[in-house]
C-alpha cells in the first residue's frame, strides 16, 4: 500500500516557465512534508517542507502548497533552471511507536529544457 | 568533508554470498536511517537507530538483513545469502535528531547488484 504517491514519473519543462510536481497521500496521520532533491550518482538533499498547520512555504524560487481536505501537496518551482533538472521525492512524516516514520514517494525526474 | 559518507559506493556480488555495507553519519547526529530504492521504486525504510535505543526495524524486508550501530556512530548494514531481488541502491541518512520534520542528510549510496 503506496501510502505517498507521486503519479508523473517524469516531467519536462521549458526554461523560465513554472514546474509543478504533485504528491498524494492516504494517511491523514502525516503531520509533516518534505521534499527532496537527487542528482544521478547522489543521494537526495533536503529542499523544502511544510508542516500540515500550514497551508504554503516558500523558499525563493520554490513554494509547496498543502491542501489537506485532498491530500495532495505540490512543489511550485518558478521559474525553471536546467540546473532544477533531477528527481524530486515526496516525503511524508507522521509518529508511531515514539518515533518519526518517513515515507517517500516513487519520485518525479524533472527535465528542464534549455 | 563533513557530510554522510557510504562504503563501497559500487558492490557486485554472487547470488548466496554475504554483503556488508557502511554508513558514517554526520558527527554529532543521533538519529541514522538505512533506506533502499531499487529501479523504478520509491526509498524505502528498512530501519531507524535512535542514540542508544532499540532500533526500529520494522522495515527489514527479511530475517537475512541486519544492521548494527557501534557506539552511536558508524553503522553497518549486512545482507546475508544475498538474492538477485536485493540489488538496489543501499541508502544512508542521519539527522540531528529524530524530531519532526527533521531534515534528513543522506550519503552517496551504495549500488549493490547482485548476480
Known amino acids: 500500500d503506496q501510502q505517498v504517491k507521486q503519479n508523473s514519473p517524469s516531467l519536462s519543462v521549458q526554461e523560465g516557465r513554472i514546474s509543478i510536481l504533485n504528491c498524494d497521500y492516504t494517511n491523514s496521520m502525516f503531520d509533516y512534508f518534505l521534499w527532496y532533491k537527487k542528482y544521478p550518482a547522489e543521494g537526495p538533499t533536503f529542499l523544502i517542507s511544510?508542516?500540515?498547520?500550514?497551508d504554503k512555504n516558500e523558499d525563493g524560487r520554490f513554494t509547496v502548497f498543502l491542501n489537506k481536505s485532498a491530500k495532495h501537496l505540490s512543489l511550485h518551482i518558478v521559474p525553471s533552471q536546467p540546473g532544477d533538472s533531477a528527481v524530486y521525492f515526496c516525503a511524508a512524516s507522521a509518529r508511531a511507536s515514539g518515533t518519526y516514520k518517513y515515507i517517500f514517494g516513487t519520485g518525479t525526474r524533472l527535465k528542464v529544457l534549455a | 568533508g563533513a557530510g554522510v559518507s557510504q562504503s563501497p559506493s559500487n558492490k557486485v556480488t554472487e547470488k548466496g554470498k554475504d554483503v556488508e555495507l557502511r554508513c558514517d553519519p554526520i558527527s554529532g547526529h543521533t538519529a541514522l536511517y538505512w533506506y533502499r530504492q531499487s529501479l523504478g521504486q520509491g526509498l524505502e525504510f528498512l530501519i531507524y537507530f535512535q542514540g542508544n535505543s532499540a532500533p526500529d526495524k520494522s522495515g527489514l524486508p527479511s530475517d537475512r538483513f541486519s544492521a548494527e550501530r557501534t557506539g552511536g556512530s558508524v553503522s553497518t548494514l549486512t545482507i546475508q545469502r544475498t538474492q538477485q531481488e536485493d540489488s538496489a541502491v543501499y541508502l544512508c541518512a542521519s539527522s540531528l535528531s529524530p524530531g519532526r520534520g527533521e531534515t534528513q542528510y543522506f550519503g552517496p549510496g551504495t549500488r549493490l547488484l547482485v548476480l
Open positions: 511544510i508542516s500540515s498547520i500550514k
